[in-house]
């Protein structure tokens, strides 16, 4: 089966793997950010995000929080 299949996990997914570490994140906002920084793939309307694009998601939002004036390009991925 193929990577994307194997390793992307939907917003909701993401969402509750990530309420354990005490992180509260919804399914909307995550689906908000990853359309905003280009990192997700899509199929029909379902979305799935890699480990890498969360890992990406993470850190542009951070460069974006510390007011970094140059934000890394956002590659289109469809």
Partial sequence: MSKIFDLGR??????AKLRPRGVELS???????ARAHG???AIGR???ITPDQMDEILLREARQLAG???PAPRPSVR
């Fill in 10 to 15: 939907t917003p909701e997914e993401w969402s």
């Fill in 27 to 33: 399914p909307r906002t995550l689906r908000s950010k």
């Fill in 39 to 41: 990192q997700y793939f």
């Fill in 46 to 48: 379902a979305i799935f």
């Fill in 68 to 70: 970094d004036p140059t």
